[in-house]
């Protein structure tokens, strides 16, 4: 049985559904936690860092024998953070999601494999979401069942880095037309960092849904 540690730093982030529903699913083949912390790391097969905001050394990574990134992007392209609302603010209507080996270097690991999601144009962030979840989820099982006879390959290419976001970036020009806000508001997370505006001396959230 595999010893499977996963660590997503942030207890609030959507993906903790997926990922206690990724732990439940492979119960029987893998000793699952799911921590919050690196000092919460202390050894296994399997070390998978989602949505971690923590430095992770290689003090750590040396207590499992794979210690894997899942990020958003189509890698060495859109290295950094929050590469998937970077990328459809640039207008992409495919979503690549990279496993890769984690290195010292941000994003810089050899790569396992690959998984990519068409997008409409229309997804919400729920919407989004659920799409990149899936492939992380799919990547995470492709790890289990390939890591420990397949190879990882280099990264080719030129890199290129994605900024930090900060809550500046959600804020919306009321003057603009809503067509041109569109997509800054759909990639907004409306309950930890919502799109908002500032109209005649007031600050207003902005959250966006579907009519049913």
């Known amino acids: 049985m595999f010893r499977v540690t996963i660590?997503?730093?942030?207890?609030?982030h959507p993906v903790n559904a997926w990922l206690e529903r990724w732990a439940a699913r492979n119960a029987e083949r893998a000793d699952i936690a799911i921590v919050r912390d690196r000092a919460e790391c202390t050894g296994g097969d399997f070390l998978f860092l989602i949505s971690c905001h923590q430095i992770i050394g290689a003090d750590v990574r040396a207590n499992y024998r794979h210690t894997l990134?899942?990020?958003?992007?189509?890698?060495?392209?859109?290295r950094g953070w929050s590469p998937m609302a970077w990328e459809v603010l640039a207008g992409a209507d495919r979503i690549t999601v990279s496993l890769l080996n984690a290195e010292d270097g941000v994003d810089s690991g050899d790569i396992w494999q690959k998984r990519s999601f068409a997008l409409d144009g229309t997804e919400l962030l729920d919407e989004l979401n659920g799409k990149l979840f899936d492939a992380e989820l799919e990547l995470m099982d492709?790890?289990?069942?390939?890591?420990?006879?397949?190879?990882?390959?280099?990264?080719?290419?030129e890199a290129t880095m994605w900024?930090?976001?900060t809550p500046s970036d959600?804020?919306?020009?009321?003057?603009?037309?809503?067509?041109?806000?569109?997509?800054?508001?759909?990639?907004?997370d409306p309950d930890r960092f919502p799109a908002f505006f500032t109209h005649r001396g007031v600050t207003y959230n902005i959250r966006l849904e579907k009519q049913p």
């Open 69 to 78: 990134v899942i990020h958003a992007s189509d890698l060495p392209k859109g």
């Open 7 to 12: 660590l997503c730093s942030d207890a609030a």
């Open 163 to 165: 900024p930090r976001r």
């Open 170 to 188: 959600s804020e919306i020009d009321p003057a603009k037309p809503l067509a041109d806000s569109f997509d800054a508001i759909r990639i907004a």
């Open 142 to 157: 492709w790890a289990l069942d390939h890591c420990d006879s397949a190879e990882p390959v280099s990264q080719s290419g």
